[in-house]
């Protein structure tokens, strides 16, 4: 059974601080992951893809890739209130697959 | 760009009722996938369907049937509906963004089942 697991949560953070979370998945072939930001009542949607072991910035966030230790994380600097939500991780295993393997997510709070 | 779209957003029905919920996208993409979220069962995938007239199963097809007969529509019937199968329900397609496909989803349908 593949399996992405993160912490529940709920992980709670001053404004301005850096926000960290992590997602660990069993399937050592998966290929591509995912960060998805849900807020509460909405739809998931996509934040950063990452495929490539190292470290992907867009604005506020990274993406930290370690294929090795099966682990993904997302950082999100300089945090808003309006980052507050549930982050889904999201695994794509290997070859023409195209499902995803999904995380329960992490609530966060961004305390003003 | 109106990217996907669901239908009805809310519903409320009895139970042993028949009821299709609605998705259709404006991409043209291969791939589309039906899921279902509940509290501490995170997005389930239901169906999914590869193209027009490919379709199958995922974690929870039961209780469960789908269609596409053209790429925009991907249509979800729940064919005697239980009250299990209250929960919201999320339409997602494949979009291809540089080397790799991401999937964006829809606004999602919410179903109560009296």
């Known amino acids: 059974q593949k399996e992405v697991e993160q912490n529940s949560g709920p992980l709670s953070v001053p404004e301005g601080a850096i926000a960290s979370l992590n997602c660990t998945y069993s399937?050592?072939?998966?290929?591509?992951f995912f960060w998805y930001r849900q807020y509460s009542g909405k739809s998931p949607e996509l934040i950063m893809f990452?495929?490539s072991n190292g470290d992907k910035e867009d604005g506020r966030f990274t993406a930290q890739l370690n294929k090795a230790s099966q682990y993904v994380s997302l950082l999100i600097r300089d945090s808003q209130p309006s980052d507050s939500a549930t982050y889904l991780c999201a695994v794509k295993g290997d070859g023409n697959n195209r499902k995803l393997i999904w995380g329960l997510g992490t609530s966060l709070a961004v305390n003003p | 760009d109106a990217g996907i779209t669901q239908s009805p957003r809310y519903k409320i029905t009895e139970t042993g009722r028949q009821v299709t919920l609605m998705c259709h996208q404006t991409w043209s993409h291969s791939y589309m996938f039906w899921y279902r979220q509940d509290l501490g069962h995170g997005l389930r995938l239901i169906y999914y369907?590869?193209?027009?007239?490919?379709?199958d199963k995922g974690e929870v097809p039961d209780g469960y049937v789908v269609s596409r007969s053209k790429t925009e529509n991907f249509p979800l019937t729940l064919e005697s509906a239980t009250r299990s199968q209250t929960s919201v329900y999320f339409c997602a397609s494949n979009r291809l963004e540089g080397p790799q496909e991401t999937q964006y989803f829809g606004p999602g349908t919410r179903l109560l089942v009296l």
């Open positions: 399937d050592r072939g998966s290929q591509s």
């Open positions: 990452i495929y």
């Open positions: 369907s590869a193209a027009a007239d490919i379709t």
